[in-house]
């Protein structure tokens, strides 16, 4: 299998919002409630904690999904990380829904997971600690995001492509971040 062809079925599998399918589910269409947001946070907003849970759950398995394609077709992590990032976009931007998609923290969450688990470990930890000094989840996901990338650039060169959708997911939480700052 070709990279490219690898590449664009991540981004396909990125582009399916388990959102809509639990609003669906619900009857409601999720791209018109709160935030319009297709992902975990306006799930359980709109329709409770259980949306909510299984909407991060799918969300975290296409992450999974794309870098385990990617081991199981005998792709190098390098490869499995553009992968992520294809999944990524399509979930920040999927074609199906005129580029409108989630803010990927589950995704990148699964695919860390199952990528590097210590980056997911790192991740996680940054977060709670920013937590704990902002008493902001949006913050501390925002710092996490920061560290990521520095560790990226410093450890894990060949997880370069990441810092792409990073930015991407940072570019989708402006407003969340602005909102923490006032």
Same mark, same amino acid.
């Given at each position: ?59 975290? *398995?296409? =992450?999974?999904?794309?870098? $385990?394609?990617?081991?199981? &077709?005998?792709? /190098?992590?390098? %490869?499995? +990380?553009? !992968? ?23 995704? *990148?969450? =699964?695919?860390?997971?199952? $990528?590097?688990?210590?980056? &997911?470990?790192? /991740?996680?930890? %940054?977060? +709670?600690? !920013? ?30 492509? $990441? ?20």
């Amino acid at each position: 299998m070709s990279i490219v062809l690898y590449s664009l079925c991540c981004y396909l599998v990125g582009s399916f919002m388990t959102a809509a399918v639990v609003g669906k589910l619900s009857g409601v269409s999720l791209a018109a409630e709160h935030s319009g947001n297709l992902g975990a946070r306006n799930a359980g907003r709109t329709l409770g904690k259980m949306a909510f849970v299984w909407t991060a759950a799918g969300d975290v *398995l296409k =992450g999974v999904a794309v870098v $385990l394609a990617a081991r199981a &077709l005998g792709l /190098a992590d390098t %490869v499995a +990380a553009v !992968g992520l990032t294809c999944a990524l976009l399509g979930h920040l931007y999927p074609v199906w829904w005129r580029f409108r998609g989630g803010k990927g923290v589950a995704t *990148l969450l =699964g695919g860390l997971l199952a $990528l590097e688990p210590v980056l &997911l470990l790192g /991740a996680l930890l %940054v977060m +709670a600690l !920013g937590y704990l000094v902002t008493k902001s989840l949006t913050l501390g996901f925002v710092g996490s995001v920061l560290v990521l990338a520095i560790v990226i650039v410093a450890f894990y060169p060949a997880y370069f492509i $990441l810092l792409l959708v990073l930015a991407g997911i940072l570019w989708k939480h402006r407003t969340n971040i602005q909102q923490r700052w006032r």
